[in-house]
């Protein structure tokens, strides 16, 4: 057994989550570690996800909005857009975000280590540059990969991912998005708002299936209002290639389609980065790609930890942090544990409108037989949103049919992504929907739109 280690705590991953425990761990005095053995320093969150991609994002939404300026009476006779240029500014945005980070990483709080890692027991790490060190305890932060394909048809025809759409340089002029989820649907919008032809197939009843299914609804409204073509309860029989064509072929409601296009994008989801950490000689289950642990973070081996992407049960980079933050104290602090709370759970998908929500949803409630009501109001009837000509969605509150405390909110609409957190704050105090109903509103704001369900629901509970 190993009397003196190297360090207090090693962090194997320096993204979010990896950032986090170890400024949480070196601020408690631990001796700390991060070894990052990617090739670019940053995580996913900066390099390949939620940064990236919403800077895509917001150009399409300002494209979108010059093309159809005329219902304020502004009148853009032709909107051209340079997509290197689109581009370069996502990169360079990227960069900068990559550099703070690196600083961060590098700042002196705690030693910096650039190698792959892989345990050769239970305390040691073996580095891909020859090094090996010692460790009280570790926190595995080592992300995501991308998903690979169970359908042989699409490895004969090749594919990008969500990686390699970061990088493109030129647009397809067609393209078929296979996926329903947050990733795959803010990919089709830009794509499409960008002139790309997009067919978009979906495995399950509604794209989003996470979500309630009024909002899902919604979204698919908007789509294909917008120009794309939306299947759902599909399955891939077969692919092919002709020329500078991809084509699928698949089942929908018992009748076969078959569509082609410049490109195929597989958006169906992404899987635990842990296969080179040699799980087994920690003692670690492999029998699943994902690290199982408890809700203070532990592993089966309890000076073992695991945070983000590679453990789940949310793939959030905000919620990794929170985990990451946890698993540092509980190393540093034993005799006062704290585990993660999931209750103000947030979800947010970047599309237009934007589809958001926090706590319990209908679909949650009923799966777990919890009691609630639930009201919603129309953007299409509150002022603001009508003066934005944003007339898609809604919000929705549900509540406890008894005390009436807010249990969940939903908001598919302009800015949803904000507008969620005034119901983030309610839920954090436990408010009731009568003390959300009085609370003061600026009129005319997007925020006020809150104050009608909740003004119903508190109608009903008395």
Known sequence: MIENFDYDVAIIGGGSGGYAAARTASSAGLRTVVIEGGDQVGGLCILRGCMPTKALLYASEVMHLSRHAGVWGIHNEKTAWNFDEVMARK????????????????????????????FENQHTLALSNGQKLTARNFIISTGSIVAPTPSHHLKNIGYIT???????????????????????????????????????????????????????????????????DVYASTRLTDAWETGSMKGVAFDCAGKEIRVE?????????????TEPLNLVQAGLDTSQHTIITNE???????????????TGPYEIVHIAIQ????????????????????????????????????????????????????ASYPFRDHGKSLIMEAKDGFVKLLADPKSGEILGGCCVGPSGGELIHEIVATMAKRMTVNELAALPHYHPTLAEIWTYPAEELAEKIG
């Open 91 to 118: 990169d360079r945005l990227i960069q900068d975000f990559a550099d703070y980070r690196r600083q961060q990483l590098t700042d002196g709080r705690f030693e910096f280590i650039r190698a792959m890692a892989r």
């Open 323 to 374: 985990q990451g933050e946890v698993a540092a104290h509980n190393i540093a602090h034993p005799e006062k544990p704290r585990s993660v709370d999931y209750r103000l759970l947030i979800n947010v998908v970047f599309t237009e409108p934007q589809v958001a929500t926090v706590g319990l949803t209908e679909k949650i409630a009923m799966l777990h037989h919890i009691p609630y009501l639930t």
């Open 296 to 310: 203070r973070m532990q592993t089966s081996i309890p000076h073992i930890y695991a945070v983000g992407d590679c």
């Open 162 to 228: 969500s990686d390699e759409a970061l990088t493109l340089r030129k647009l397809p002029k067609s393209m078929i998005v296979l996926g329903g989820g947050a990733v795959a649907v803010e990919f089709a919008q830009f794509f499409l708002r960008f002139g790309v032809k997009v067919t978009l197939l979906q495995r399950s009843s509604h794209i989003l299936r996470d979500f309630d299914t009024d909002a899902a609804k919604e979204l698919e409204r908007v789509f294909e209002r917008e120009g794309m």
């Open 261 to 273: 296009a410049e490109e195929v994008l597989f958006a169906l989801g992404r899987i635990p980065n």
